[in-house]
């Protein structure tokens, strides 16, 4: 393999290992936990709740706990629910699909719509259509998802009748919220393209080839996007870290099946093992996520080949 | 770049596929149930939600029931019970002709498991477990005879018997899953059947043909549901949008604005439901100053216009709380209401004997700084005094994000404020934060609130040793009213025993009661027969039809 694949790799891992180090101790600094709560609202009494946390291993001494977690995590075992005992991958996995469908969708429309508005901006501007799309994309990224999402249930669900508003079922009910996040997301591509579009046609080499004669279309397709677009690779690796958050709420919202709603009633009821687990999950695919965009960014770029372990950016 | 433009097409063709497509084969009519949480455990043994309930009421029997209306207890699985003299054990006649969905026998054997399982210590029960009480084990007698034993009295058993968190599951299904994944198979004896349970989507039920035991208030309406599709809408704006839009037939916990809406809207119909237990209330905390006083407490009472928060926060859908129990409680004592009326003059000359006497630039009352010779009782050393030395009325009041809480503490605080009480609100996040709140003890007033028909859930609450005596409240004379409310079996009795515990509480001003919590349901106006058990929470499934075609 080559070594700078390797390095990521290990650069990957421990940002891994950081989540969940931190993730396992901030959830512990809170007061309380899952057993507790929920027991007492039953009807236990305090000793029922102090033998059911001992059976658990939650009065082991922190570092015992830790240490076991790890001893875990590295055989792939991200321990079971403190409430259904179902073991985290197998919850994780249960709602993965839903949510990954929901992200990639989500990411689609963002990049199309994102690009769109930013290459109308850079090239129209200051004509009516670049404002126009300046004034879109900065109202896709000002208008939170929550916000948005209720208008478009009420618009297309509830007045219009055209789409399902709530649920996870067919590829129908996929498109308002996938719609609803990527707009939200679509903001941020949309101001990358457009600032990066206008930059690279100022330098050298776009009028170069403006000066060899191209037509103004060829050098904006063949000369000024494929240098451009170039910031826009990261910025969508960047906004998958945000996507995974941003389904949080658009899941809760548009009550879908998914991480963002296990992760949410993970967090209120503090069943600890999930939450880690999906921090771990997040933080893994982030990394990823993150080295392939590297990765690609040589790829697209001769200027910025990777060579000897060694990365150069303009 | 090319290469990601390419990449569009497959993505989409991923999206596309990786979405799941719920059961369309089953029965019509079908309908969806929107659930407004999503428990972490679908298990009714094991896990405590109340959601569960909601769909697994009609899939499991129970030994006996309670009739919605009169609340006696009725025939279920058992047809008769006895109690034993010394009220110790309890026998429990059941039913020859009832037989699981999986086409296996009810009988006493069945009733045995069921008790082992829950309290097993390896399936770890958060609510059901409790419920038995002092439960001591069990005989079976006959094939259908079978007897709980207790190591004391314990009256509510038969309200806890009557829940689905003991309703009784398949042996033979038990047997062949775990804690952990009989969930995903449940297999009772009731008029619906559970097809499947998707975590984070839906739960699907549909009816039982067979069903031929159910109690008398279980009707066959003309064109019943055949199928119900609960999904979980915990987003509580989502709620009234997804009625409106057809994705839901039928939805719990509305906004009470949306409330208001829904009631104008002809094809809508709404059922507020007030929940039987604990009003929405705050406990208030005797150990300290200057709660310890029962002036203060009782000045605070009378200083909180509840019918202003009804209106305001309820739209009206809920009703002034009076005393530590709804008024659908069982032995709930109308007496609570002669009990602190709205009074703003009343609670001032209160505060007053209780020597908050100055009055500072701002209007807010304080306690004057204390001469060498003060009165006994009066605080000198624990109460924070400011420059002049005087005490300001201040107080702390810790609330949960639930029932409503900030906006009903909201109110209280500007109510509050005009008669000069200086109100500082604390809210935290979830019950763990709560409970964390009450061990630190730095507060005046908390809010708590847990739903139930019996009255022994003030047990937990008031007796001197309670999990949850967060008012740090000791009175030996209230501790044997609420003892013997729980032991003895007579109705009578225990109407007496509750009617003396709700006045002591209120004579102490112990809690401020502000409103009976009205769970505001909504349905369609295609829907018939919408009513719910005596637990006030869930649906008679098997009682609703539809008038027409207006399924999902």
């Known amino acids: 393999m080559h070594p700078w694949v390797i390095k990521r790799l290990l650069g990957a891992l421990l940002t891994v290992w950081a989540s969940v180090t931190l993730a396992f101790f901030a959830l512990r600094v809170v ?7 929920q027991l007492l609202q039953g009807g236990a009494s305090e000793a029922d709740v102090a033998a059911r946390r001992a059976a658990l291993g939650l009065d082991d001494p922190l570092t015992v706990q830790y240490i076991n977690y790890l001893a875990g995590l590295v055989r792939g075992d991200l321990g079971r629910s403190l409430l259904n005992r179902q073991p985290v991958s197998t919850l ?92 939200h997301v679509s903001g941020s591509i949309a101001r990358v393209t457009r600032a990066s579009l206008r930059r690279t046609s100022g330098t050298d080499f776009v009028r170069t080839a403006r000066a060899k004669g191209l037509r103004a279309r060829r050098v904006f397709t063949h000369h000024v996007l494929r ?70 960014y040589g790829l697209l770029d001769p200027r910025v080949r990777v060579e000897g372990g060694h990365q150069e950016h303009d | ?44 043994h094991i896990n405590a939600s109340s959601e569960l309930g909601i769909p697994l009421r009609s899939v499991y029997d129970t030994l006996v029931y309670r009739d919605p209306v009169t609340a006696e207890f009725v025939p279920g699985l058992a047809t008769r019970w006895e109690l034993s003299a010394d009220g110790l054990s309890y026998t429990f006649y059941l039913r020859s002709d009832v037989h699981f969905h999986d086409g296996t026998p009810f009988n006493a054997a069945a009733v045995a498991a069921n008790l082992d399982r829950i309290v097993s210590p390896d399936t770890g029960s958060q609510k059901a477990l409790f419920m038995l009480g002092p439960y001591n084990g069990y005989q079976v007698v006959d094939d259908f005879t079978i007897r709980l034993n207790l190591t004391e009295p314990y009256a509510p058993l038969l309200d806890s018997l009557s829940q689905v968190y003991l309703g009784i599951a398949s042996p033979t299904q038990l047997a062949q899953y775990d804690t952990a994944t009989y969930q995903f198979h449940q297999v009772g004896t009731g008029p619906y059947r559970m097809v499947e349970y998707v975590p984070g989507d839906r739960l699907v039920i549909t009816r039982n043909p067979d069903y031929a035991w159910g109690p008398p208030f279980y009707t066959t309406p003309a064109n019943p549901i055949q199928t119900i599709e609960f999904r979980f809408f915990e ?43 604990q009003p929405v209330q705050f406990m208030i905390n005797v150990r300290r100053f200057p709660t310890d006083n029962l002036s203060v407490r009782q000045a605070l009472i009378y200083a909180t216009n509840r019918a202003a928060i009804v209106d305001a926060v309820f739209q009206r859908f809920a009703a002034v709380a009076y005393g530590p129990l709804t008024q659908t409680t069982d032995f709930y004592s109308p007496d609570v209401t002669t009990f602190y009326p709205f009074d703003s003059g009343q609670a001032e000359s209160l505060l007053f004997a209780a020597g908050f006497t100055e009055t500072d630039a701002e209007g807010m009352l304080a306690l004057p700084a204390p ?20 005490v300001p009325l201040r107080l702390t009041m810790v609330i949960p994000p639930w029932s409503q809480y900030p906006a009903i503490a909201q109110l ?92 002591r509480i209120m004579e102490q001003a112990v809690v401020l009661p502000v409103v009976d919590y009205a769970n505001l349901n909504g349905a369609s106006t295609a829907l018939e027969g919408m009513a719910f058990d005596a637990q006030g929470w869930f649906p008679l499934l098997p009682n609703l039809s539809l008038t027409e075609s207006a399924g999902p």
């Open chain 2, 412 to 503: 209280i605080q500007s109510q509050w404020r005009i008669l000069g009480i200086d109100l500082e609100i604390r809210q935290v996040a979830n019950f763990a934060q709560l409970r964390e709140a009450a061990a630190a003890g730095d507060y005046h007033l908390i809010g708590i609130t847990f739903s139930g028909r019996d009255p022994s859930l003030l047990n937990q609450f008031f007796l001197t040793a309670a999990p949850l005596n967060w008012s740090g409240y000791t009175d030996i004379e209230l501790d044997a009213y609420l003892n013997e409310g729980t032991r003895q079996p007579d109705p009578a009795i225990r109407q007496q025993m509750y009617a003396a515990a709700q006045r």
């Open chain 1, 227 to 296: 240098v451009g677009l170039l910031p826009v690779v990261a910025v969508v690796a960047l906004q998958t870290g945000f996507l995974l958050g941003g389904t949080v709420i658009t899941e809760t919202l548009f009550a879908r099946q998914g991480i963002g709603q296990l992760l949410r009633d993970a967090i209120l009821d503090q069943d600890f093992p999930v939450v880690q687990g999906v921090v771990a999950l997040s933080a893994a695919i982030y990394s990823l996520v993150s080295a392939a965009a590297d990765l690609l």
């Open chain 1, 31 to 37: 007061p309380g936990d899952a057993i507790a709560s």
């Open chain 2, 1 to 44: 770049m090319k290469y990601l433009f390419a990449l569009i097409p497959l993505l989409l063709i991923l999206a596309a596929c990786t979405g799941s497509t719920p059961a369309s084969s089953l029965p019509e009519p079908r309908i969806v149930y929107g659930l407004t949480l999503m428990p972490t455990g679908f298990d009714p």
């Open chain 2, 371 to 390: 001469n060498p010779t003060a009165a006994p009782g009066q605080p000198t050393a624990t109460a924070a005094t400011d420059q002049s030395g005087s």
């Open chain 2, 235 to 277: 987003d509580p704006p989502t709620r009234a949008l997804a009625l409106e839009s057809g994705d839901a037939q039928v939805m719990g916990e509305l906004l009470p604005v949306d409330a208001q809406l829904l009631a104008g809207n002809p094809t809508q119909r709404l059922y507020p439901i007030i929940r039987p237990g």
């Open chain 1, 92 to 183: 994780i996995a249960e709602q993965f699909g839903a949510t990954a469908a929901l992200a990639v969708s989500a990411l689609t429309v963002a990049l199309l719509v994102g690009l769109a508005l930013g290459s109308v901006e850079a090239v129209y501007w200051p004509r009516l259509p670049g404002r126009l799309a300046g004034i879109v994309s900065l109202l896709a990224l000002s208008t939170p998802v929550y916000w948005s999402g209720s208008l478009a249930i009420l618009l297309f669900s509830a007045g219009l009748g055209l789409l399902p508003a709530t649920g996870s079922g067919d590829t129908a009910h996929l498109i308002l919220p996938a719609a609803v996040l990527g707009f």
